[in-house]
């Protein structure tokens, strides 16, 4: 944990794009979460780790929300923050909820696979016996680019493999 204690969103959103970069380093698809507890600051950063970890389940949410769990001692989250730069898929965003999590902020909306506004809305589905607050947030361009750039980048290598 550490001492840090601010409710400045775009602080929190460039500690999640910091631990993005460590999932491009390490050749996964750049996603960085962080949780922040009210009193407690920041209680866990995490990023992708599909392909280190070869577990499809390892995106930064939900790593983010076990060392969450683990710090606070407790699954329900229900005072936390999560500042993650990619709109969460379905698994993380029923996680999300599952924790209880009162608060999402995401930077670039994810139109293929995103979860919270752009195929379903499943942080505030009435259906479901908890609803997030959610938002997209800032450093949405930074997000977007880093995402774009490590994308250009794997298929230019793909096709520099296959070649004519």
Request: hydrophobic share 40%.
């Amino acid at each position: 944990m550490t001492d840090v204690k601010t409710n400045d969103d775009s602080f929190w959103m460039s500690q999640a794009l910091d631990a993005a970069r460590l999932a491009e380093s390490q050749g996964d698809v750049p996603v960085g979460c962080v949780i922040v507890h009210p009193t407690e600051g920041l209680v866990a950063t995490e990023f992708n780790q599909r392909e280190v970890l070869q577990d499809p389940t390892a995106h930064a949410e939900v790593l983010a929300l076990r060392s969450a769990a683990h710090k606070l001692g407790r699954w329900r989250l229900s005072d936390c923050t999560v500042y993650v730069t990619l709109e969460p898929c379905f698994m993380c965003a029923g996680a999300l909820v599952n924790a209880r999590v009162r608060r999402v902020v995401y930077a670039a909306v994810d139109a293929k696979a995103g979860a919270c506004e752009s195929l379903a809305r499943v942080l505030n589905d009435e259906r479901l016996n908890h609803a997030c607050e959610s938002s997209q947030g800032p450093l949405q361009d930074a997000a977007r680019e880093l995402l774009q750039n490590f994308f250009r980048a794997r298929r230019k290598r793909s096709a520099d493999t296959i070649g004519p």
